[in-house]
């Protein structure tokens, strides 16, 4: 994550103090986020053990980043609080840093992995279960906890070095996801028009293919706003990134990309709920338990 502490190329972390009502107003909405964040990630993890309808390679990634993001919501938005807020801040800024490197770094990268297992599912049909199996994704996983924590490790030695590595992974992975979810939506469209030719031909089904439409609209929308979150709350940090590196940032524009980054770590498990149908009804029924209890 950006580092506002005074050290390397990012501005002065007194300077973010001038403006008391900024810190004070970005840490409430932290720590507000931070409980939004494990407590859907927490429900999320209840709702993927109960449900076995998924396929268990696909339902590891999605722990994968339910996993980071719950740990964004308990370890890495209050110490990011307590950061700006306390006086305390050698142990808050070392520990920001490197969790902050290590989970969204992996989150960015399971959410990626998502989006080509979803992509895969549709174009490989029959051999998807033949290709993507547990093992490879766990091999998968490691890598990618693997990356996260060598970019933690870098950014104790070497904050530039590890700015242009961020920026690398982010451009690939958004650009991987951009890719995938618009062949997906090309993929869908092209079945829509099979299918309305089919209904055109004849309309003798009692109305089974328009039900059929209206899935392939609703799995669209519900992939275009997993796409759009990942955008809006990754490339504002990436931009920032890349301007800094030329000398040019200010204070609340990092106060705003870090939250914002933290704040895909509270959307994930709603737009994900969406996505999957029985996912969602277990956090349903999760959370009605809770209330009668």
Same mark, same amino acid.
């Given at each position: ?40 990630? =927490?429900? #999320?993890?209840?709702? %993927?053990?109960?449900?076995? !309808? &998924?396929?268990?390679? /696909?339902?590891? +990634? $999605? *722990? ?101 590595? =961020?920026? #690398?992974?982010?451009? %690939?992975?958004?650009?991987? !996801? &951009?890719?995938?979810? /618009?062949?997906? +939506? $090309? *993929? ?106």
């Amino acid at each position: 994550m950006p580092n506002i502490t005074g050290d390397g190329n990012f501005p002065l972390f007194h300077k973010v103090f001038s403006t008391p009502p900024e810190v004070l107003s970005f840490s409430a909405l932290n720590i507000f986020l931070s409980i939004t964040a494990s407590l859907g990630n =927490a429900l #999320i993890l209840i709702a %993927l053990h109960k449900v076995s !309808s &998924i396929y268990p390679p /696909t339902k590891l +990634f $999605f *722990r994968c980043l339910a996993v980071t993001d719950l740990c964004v919501g308990l370890l890495v938005q209050p110490f990011y609080a307590t950061f700006l807020l306390s006086g305390i801040r050698e142990v808050s800024k070392n520990v920001v840093n490197i969790l902050s490197w290590i989970l969204c770094g992996v989150s960015l990268l399971t959410s990626t992995a998502i989006s080509v297992d979803r992509l895969l599912a549709l174009l490989l049909g029959l051999r998807y279960r033949h290709v993507v199996t547990l093992k490879r994704v766990r091999v998968v996983i490691i890598c990618f906890w693997v990356i996260g924590a060598s970019l933690g490790s870098i950014r104790w030695w070497r904050e530039d070095i590890t700015f242009m590595l =961020a920026s #690398i992974v982010l451009t %690939l992975s958004l650009l991987t !996801s &951009i890719f995938c979810y /618009t062949t997906i +939506f $090309f *993929r869908l469209r092209h079945q829509q028009v099979q299918v309305q030719n089919h209904v055109l031909q004849g309309q003798a089904n009692g109305g089974g293919i328009p039900l059929n439409i209206a899935r392939f609209k609703k799995t669209v929308s519900s992939v275009l706003w997993v796409q759009l979150a990942l955008v809006v709350c990754y490339v504002p940090f990436g931009i920032l990134v890349v301007l800094n590196l030329n000398g040019i940032g200010s204070d609340v524009s990092l106060l705003v990309t870090n939250t914002l980054v933290f704040l895909n770590s509270s959307l994930n498990p709603i737009l994900y709920c969406w996505k999957i149908r029985e996912v969602k009804q277990v956090v349903k029924d999760t959370i009605r338990q809770l209330y009668c209890f």
